[in-house]
């Protein structure tokens, strides 16, 4: 039986929506970015730019998480994709439809909330509006708080949970 070309769209859009490793690969390139764009700060950048960069790097991170927890959850629902038993659909699940990380840790793991909850907060708002502009739709961030120590809490999330992805995590 031949397929029209929107069965063959839609047949690749379930690929991609129900295979954890596609949201994986999204992440492991965002934390490299992240990486790259942390470790090639100038040391001599004024401070203003420091500030502006550590909120993209932020961002970076940010999104890096969100796919790294809907590989996760993909991989909860969907299961492996090199399995004879896999099914993907091609709808995009509702409980992804979100940046928040807080939530999207929860559908993972309480423990990872709680010891991470105010670095996937940070991220959140890296995230939706502190790296992409210069203010929140709604001004009510007031004082825009840098925090780049959260980059390491960024990178223990990914060492945890990136290992099911890869064997080098």
């Not at 700060?41 to 927890?69: I, K, N, Q």
């Not at 409980?95 to 991220?123: C, N, Q, R, W």
Request: a negative charge; glycine letters at 6%.
């Amino acid at each position: 039986m031949e397929m029209s070309s929107r069965d063959v769209i839609e047949h690749m859009f379930a690929q991609r929506v129900s295979n954890p490793a596609s949201w994986f690969r999204n992440s492991r390139a965002l934390f490299a970015a992240a990486r790259a764009s942390r470790d090639r700060f100038p040391s001599t950048v004024d401070m203003r730019d420091r500030a502006d960069l550590d909120r993209v790097t932020s961002m970076l991170y940010g999104f890096g998480l969100e796919c790294l927890f809907k590989a996760v959850i993909v991989l909860a629902d969907f299961g492996d994709p090199n399995a004879e038993e896999w099914t993907p659909a091609a709808t995009f699940p509702k409980k992804l439809g979100t940046h928040d990380l807080v939530k999207l840790a929860g559908m993972i793991s309480t423990d990872l909330v709680t010891k991470h909850e105010l670095a996937l907060g940070y991220f959140t708002e890296a995230a939706v509006w502190m790296g992409r502009y210069p203010c929140s739709k709604d001004g009510a961030e007031g004082s825009i708080c840098i925090v780049p120590r959260f980059f390491a809490d960024a990178e223990a999330i990914y060492a945890e949970y990136a290992i099911q992805f890869s064997i080098s995590g």
